[in-house]
C-alpha cells in the first residue's frame, strides 16, 4: 500500500490530467446529450474560457523558455558543432522514413476515394502560392531582417491574381509578400544558436552573459512548472467545449472513419514502431524504456495538445533517465520547434487525402512532391495547438487544390491533434537519447586515446 501510495505521489500530475481529461469528455458528452441546451457560440466561448487562459500564459512564455534554452546550451556546449549535425541527420533520416511511410499508407488504404461518393462540394480554385514560394519563404523566415519583428510576424510570399487571372499561367502572377501574425520560431532558434556559439567561442569574456542565460533558462522553467498546474483544468474545459462545438461526432467518424484510421496508423507506426527500432538499431537500448518514463509530457501532450507546453517534461523526464542535460536543453526546445514528424504525416496523409476526394489525379512524383512540400512547411512551426490544418491549408494553396473539403478535417483536428503532439514528442526524446549516447561514446574513445598516449610516455620514461 506504501508503494502505491508513493506511486500515486511521484504521478500525480499525470494522474490529475488523465483525470482532468476524463472529466472534461464525459461533461462534453452529457452537456451534449442531456442537457436540452443549444450551445451558442458565446456560451461555448464562457465554457472554453479557462482553457484559453491557460494557452495564452503558456504561447507567453513559449519565446523566452525556448530562445534561452538554446542559448545556455550551446553556450555550454564546447562542441555543438557536432551535436548539432547529429540532430539535423536525426530530423532528416526521420522525415524521409515519414515521407515514405505517408505516401505508402494513403496509397494504399486511399481514404479519400472511399468517401468520394458523398456530397462534395464543386472545386474551385484557390491559388495563392507555388510550392517553391514555400521553400524559398522557410529560407526567408530563417534569416528574418529583422529580429524584434520575428518575434510576431512571419514573412509570406503572395501572388496578386491578374484581371484575366483563368487565362494567366500563375507564373506569371504578380508576386508581392506580406507579414502574416505569428511567431517566427524558425528565425528566432536560427539567432539563438548564433548568439550560443558566438558567446561560447569568446571564453571567459561570455561568462556572464552564459551564466545570465542559464539563469533565464531556470527561472522560465520554473514557471513553466507552475503554470503546467493548471493543465488539468485547462484540459477539461477546453475538451468539453470542442465536443459541444460537433453537431454530429457521430457522423463525423462514420464518414472520416478511414481517414482517421490512415492518420492514426501513421502515428502508431512512426511513433511506436519506426522510431523505437531506429533507437534501438543506433544505440541497442530499449527505446521503450525511455518512453514509459515520458508520462507526464504525454500528459500535457493530450491535455493542451501543444509541443512546446511539454519541453520542460520531457526535459525533466529524459534528466531522470540520465541523459545528459546539457544536451537535452539543447536538443528538446529546437525539437519541440523544427521536428515535427506527427504534424508531417498529419499534414502529408490531409492533403492527398482531400486530393483523392476531389478526385484530382496526381502522378507519383507530385505525390512525393506534396509530401516534401508539407514537412518544409512544418519546419520552423510553431507548437501550438490545432497548428496543423493552419499550415494545411497553406500547402493546399500552394499545390492549386481547394481548400474548402478541409473543414472535414477541421472537425476531428482536435481529437487527432494530440496524438500527433505525443508523437513529436517521442521523436525530440528518442533523437535526444541517440545523440547522448554518440557522445558519450565518443568522450569513451577519447578517453581511452588519452589513457593510452599516457601509457606510451610512462613506458618511455621507464
Given at each position: 500500500?506504501?508503494?502505491?501510495?508513493?506511486?500515486?505521489?511521484?504521478?500525480?500530475?499525470?494522474?490529475i490530467t488523465?483525470?482532468?481529461?476524463?472529466?472534461?469528455?464525459?461533461?462534453?458528452v452529457?452537456?451534449?446529450?442531456y442537457?436540452?441546451?443549444?450551445?451558442?457560440?458565446?456560451?461555448?466561448?464562457y465554457?472554453?474560457?479557462?482553457?484559453?487562459i491557460?494557452?495564452?500564459?503558456?504561447?507567453?512564455?513559449?519565446?523566452?523558455?525556448?530562445?534561452?534554452?538554446?542559448?545556455?546550451?550551446?553556450?555550454?556546449?564546447?562542441?555543438?558543432?557536432?551535436?548539432?549535425?547529429?540532430?539535423?541527420?536525426?530530423?532528416?533520416?526521420?522525415?524521409?522514413?515519414?515521407i515514405?511511410?505517408?505516401?505508402i499508407?494513403?496509397?494504399?488504404?486511399?481514404?479519400?476515394?472511399?468517401?468520394?461518393?458523398?456530397?462534395?462540394?464543386?472545386?474551385?480554385?484557390?491559388?495563392?502560392?507555388?510550392?517553391?514560394?514555400?521553400?524559398?519563404?522557410?529560407?526567408?523566415?530563417?534569416?528574418?531582417?529583422?529580429?524584434?519583428?520575428?518575434?510576431?510576424?512571419q514573412?509570406?510570399?503572395?501572388?496578386?491574381?491578374?484581371?484575366?487571372?483563368?487565362a494567366?499561367?500563375?507564373?506569371?502572377?504578380?508576386?508581392?509578400?506580406e507579414?502574416?501574425?505569428?511567431t517566427?520560431v524558425?528565425?528566432?532558434?536560427?539567432?539563438?544558436?548564433?548568439?550560443?556559439?558566438?558567446?561560447?567561442?569568446?571564453?571567459a569574456?561570455?561568462?556572464?552573459?552564459?551564466?545570465?542565460?542559464?539563469?533565464?533558462s531556470?527561472?522560465?522553467?520554473?514557471?513553466?512548472?507552475?503554470?503546467?498546474?493548471?493543465?488539468p483544468?485547462?484540459?477539461?474545459?477546453?475538451?468539453?467545449?470542442?465536443?459541444?462545438?460537433?453537431?454530429?461526432?457521430?457522423?463525423?467518424?462514420s464518414?472520416?472513419?478511414?481517414?482517421i484510421?490512415?492518420?492514426?496508423?501513421?502515428?502508431?507506426?512512426?511513433?511506436?514502431?519506426?522510431?523505437?527500432?531506429?533507437?534501438?538499431?543506433?544505440?541497442?537500448?530499449s527505446?521503450?524504456?525511455?518512453?514509459?518514463?515520458?508520462?507526464?509530457?504525454?500528459?500535457?501532450?493530450?491535455?493542451?495538445?501543444?509541443s512546446?507546453a511539454?519541453?520542460?517534461?520531457?526535459?525533466?523526464?529524459?534528466?531522470?533517465?540520465?541523459?545528459n542535460?546539457?544536451?537535452?536543453?539543447?536538443?528538446?526546445?529546437?525539437?519541440?520547434?523544427i521536428n515535427?514528424?506527427?504534424?508531417?504525416?498529419?499534414?502529408?496523409?490531409?492533403?492527398?487525402?482531400?486530393?483523392?476526394?476531389?478526385?484530382?489525379k496526381?502522378?507519383?512524383?507530385?505525390?512525393?512532391?506534396?509530401?516534401?512540400t508539407?514537412?518544409?512547411?512544418?519546419?520552423?512551426?510553431a507548437?501550438i495547438?490545432?497548428?496543423?490544418?493552419m499550415?494545411?491549408?497553406?500547402?493546399?494553396?500552394?499545390?492549386?487544390?481547394?481548400?474548402?473539403?478541409?473543414?472535414?478535417?477541421?472537425?476531428?483536428?482536435?481529437?487527432?491533434?494530440?496524438?500527433?503532439?505525443t508523437i513529436?514528442?517521442?521523436?525530440?526524446?528518442?533523437?535526444?537519447?541517440?545523440?547522448?549516447?554518440?557522445?558519450?561514446?565518443?568522450?569513451?574513445?577519447?578517453?581511452?586515446?588519452?589513457?593510452?598516449?599516457?601509457?606510451?610516455?610512462?613506458?618511455?620514461?621507464?
Amino acid at each position: 500500500m506504501n508503494k502505491f501510495l508513493l506511486s500515486i505521489l511521484k504521478h500525480k500530475l499525470i494522474i490529475i490530467t488523465l483525470v482532468g481529461v476524463t472529466i472534461g469528455i464525459s461533461v462534453g458528452v452529457c452537456l451534449k446529450h442531456y442537457s436540452g441546451i443549444s450551445w451558442s457560440q458565446r456560451n461555448l466561448m464562457y465554457i472554453k474560457f479557462p482553457g484559453e487562459i491557460f494557452l495564452r500564459i503558456v504561447n507567453c512564455l513559449i519565446l523566452p523558455l525556448v530562445t534561452s534554452s538554446i542559448i545556455s546550451a550551446t553556450c555550454n556546449l564546447t562542441k555543438s558543432g557536432p551535436i548539432g549535425l547529429m540532430a539535423l541527420y536525426y530530423y532528416l533520416t526521420t522525415t524521409t522514413i515519414g515521407i515514405t511511410l505517408c505516401v505508402i499508407l494513403v496509397e494504399t488504404i486511399r481514404p479519400g476515394d472511399l468517401l468520394r461518393n458523398e456530397d462534395v462540394s464543386p472545386p474551385s480554385s484557390t491559388r495563392m502560392f507555388m510550392t517553391m514560394d514555400t521553400i524559398l519563404d522557410l529560407f526567408r523566415n530563417l534569416l528574418p531582417e529583422n529580429i524584434v519583428q520575428a518575434c510576431f510576424y512571419q514573412y509570406q510570399t503572395a501572388l496578386q491574381m491578374p484581371s484575366n487571372g483563368s487565362a494567366v499561367p500563375i507564373e506569371e502572377w504578380k508576386i508581392t509578400s506580406e507579414y502574416v501574425t505569428g511567431t517566427n520560431v524558425l528565425g528566432l532558434v536560427f539567432y539563438s544558436l548564433l548568439i550560443g556559439v558566438a558567446i561560447g567561442n569568446i571564453g571567459a569574456n561570455g561568462k556572464l552573459l552564459s551564466e545570465f542565460f542559464t539563469c533565464l533558462s531556470e527561472v522560465m522553467m520554473t514557471i513553466m512548472k507552475w503554470i503546467t498546474w493548471l493543465a488539468p483544468i485547462a484540459a477539461a474545459f477546453l475538451i468539453a467545449g470542442r465536443i459541444l462545438e460537433i453537431d454530429d461526432f457521430g457522423n463525423i467518424i462514420s464518414h472520416l472513419g478511414f481517414y482517421i484510421l490512415t492518420v492514426t496508423l501513421g502515428l502508431v507506426l512512426q511513433g511506436f514502431v519506426i522510431l523505437p527500432f531506429l533507437h534501438w538499431t543506433l544505440t541497442r537500448k530499449s527505446p521503450y524504456r525511455i518512453i514509459s518514463k515520458l508520462g507526464p509530457s504525454f500528459a500535457t501532450a493530450i491535455g493542451t495538445s501543444s509541443s512546446t507546453a511539454t519541453v520542460p517534461y520531457t526535459i525533466k523526464c529524459l534528466e531522470t533517465m540520465g541523459i545528459n542535460s546539457k544536451i537535452t536543453k539543447f536538443i528538446i526546445p529546437i525539437g519541440a520547434a523544427i521536428n515535427m514528424d506527427g504534424i508531417a504525416l498529419y499534414e502529408t496523409i490531409g492533403a492527398i487525402f482531400i486530393i483523392q476526394l476531389r478526385g484530382l489525379k496526381f502522378s507519383l512524383f507530385k505525390i512525393i512532391v506534396v509530401s516534401i512540400t508539407c514537412t518544409v512547411s512544418c519546419v520552423g512551426a510553431a507548437g501550438i495547438p490545432s497548428g496543423g490544418y493552419m499550415m494545411l491549408i497553406m500547402v493546399l494553396n500552394s499545390i492549386g487544390v481547394p481548400v474548402e473539403d478541409i473543414t472535414l478535417i477541421i472537425a476531428v483536428d482536435w481529437f487527432v491533434d494530440r496524438f500527433r503532439t505525443t508523437i513529436n514528442v517521442i521523436g525530440d526524446a528518442l533523437g535526444a537519447s541517440i545523440i547522448s549516447h554518440f557522445c558519450k561514446k565518443k568522450k569513451l574513445e577519447e578517453d581511452e586515446m588519452h589513457c593510452k598516449e599516457l601509457f606510451t610516455m610512462g613506458s618511455k620514461d621507464i
